[in-house]
T-cell receptor
Framework: DAGVIQSPRHEVTEMGQEVTLRCKPI?????LFWYRQTMMRGLELLIY????????DSGMPEDRFSAKMPNASFSTLKIQPSEPRDSAVYFC?????????????FGPGTRLTVT | DQQVKQNSPSLSVQEGRISILNCDYT??????FLWYKKYPAEGPTFLIS?????DKNEDGRFTVFLNKSAKHLSLHIVPSQPGDSAVYFC????????FGKGTLLTVNP
């Protein structure tokens, strides 16, 4: 079975440009999560969806960040305009919402560099 | 304020010996705990978990211990192998997962 798929794997952009990160969750999983990993803050949750509906976006750093999930097999995280401090690895994860099943399955990540 | 803390950024052990990774938490509402392993350029992968109603869970070479009164959990790897060299994240669940910053384990041949 294919795991969580993320694209692109690497993104280098200039400050002020729009960046779009993409994620395809594992089929049948009804929860989708976006995380950001930095040296300073570690792995932090940005937003998560349940059945394509955003549930908690309290981790989104500011209005420059937005996320959508138009269907069960696709989600995007957009940064507009991007800034150098957005440089990080962004992970998408998914899980199935069974009681007691809290394990999330992570994609390989997108390494974003904003110059 | 960090609710899940891994105070050791790194740990080095010899192959065949025991590796003990520690994690402390502050929120008593956490009811499920997980360990993830992460290799460079890959996403974290689930390793082992424990419910707050238990104090030990074992899976092969990996054992997780939970001390609720001390708000402390640990991951034991016995025996350690070079392939275990990775970053290990502790995570705690209360309506969402909160991760520690990770401990880099190096197992030397």
């Amino acid at each position: 079975d294919a795991g969580v798929i993320q694209s692109p794997r690497h993104e280098v952009t200039e400050m002020g440009q729009e960046v779009t990160l993409r994620c395809k969750p594992i089929s049948g999983h009804d929860y989708l999560f976006w995380y950001r990993q930095t040296m300073m803050r570690g792995l932090e949750l940005l937003i998560y969806f349940n059945n394509n509906v955003p549930i908690d976006d309290s981790g989104m750093p500011e209005d420059r960040f937005s996320a959508k999930m138009p269907n069960a097999s696709f989600s995007t995280l957009k940064i507009q305009p991007s800034e150098p401090r957005d440089s990080a690895v962004y992970f998408c994860a998914s899980r199935v919402g069974l009681a007691g099943a809290y394990e999330q399955y992570f994609g390989p990540g997108t390494r974003l560099t904003v110059t | 304020d960090q609710q899940v803390k891994q105070n050791s950024p790194s740990l080095s052990v010899q192959e065949g010996r025991i590796s003990i990774l520690n994690c402390d938490y502050t929120n008593s509402m956490f009811d499920y705990f997980l360990w993830y392993k992460k290799y460079p350029a890959e996403g974290p992968t689930f390793l082992i978990s424990i419910s707050s109603i238990k104090d030990k869970n074992e899976d092969g070479r990996f054992t997780v211990f939970l001390n609720k009164s001390a708000k402390h959990l640990s991951l034991h790897i016995v025996p350690s192998q070079p392939g275990d060299s990775a970053v290990y994240f502790c995570a705690a669940f209360y309506y969402k997962l909160t991760f520690g910053k990770g401990t880099l384990l190096t197992v030397n041949p």
